[in-house]
């Protein structure tokens, strides 16, 4: 999938949520999705709300990524490529 268009927003909010938990708008970044025309999330926010869930997980040699899978599966992985 090559990304929500903003006219799309409520279909990328809900998927957002039903994969993670919690509302995209924690993560929104508004510049980006200006930019681009598609939803966009701010990473660097996404990692931070991992770290404080999960802890430092790159002690234990994970990035992001593992943790996401670790977490919440390969599809959660499919997903958040998509907002970035």
């Given at each position: 999938m090559n990304g929500f268009k903003v006219h799309e927003r409520d279909k990328a909010y809900i998927l957002f949520r039903?994969?993670?938990?919690?509302?995209i708008k924690y993560f929104?970044?508004?510049?980006s999705t200006y930019i681009s025309q598609k939803i966009c999330i701010d990473i660097y926010k996404f990692d931070d709300c991992m770290h404080?869930?999960?802890?430092?997980?790159?002690d234990d040699?994970?990035?992001?990524?593992?943790?996401v899978v670790e977490k919440y599966?390969?599809?959660?992985?499919?997903?958040?490529?998509?907002f970035i």
């Open positions: 039903e994969t993670f938990g919690f509302h929104y970044d508004g510049f404080e869930l999960y802890g430092n997980y790159e040699g994970k990035s992001l990524e593992n943790i599966g390969e599809k959660a992985l499919e997903v958040l490529k998509i």
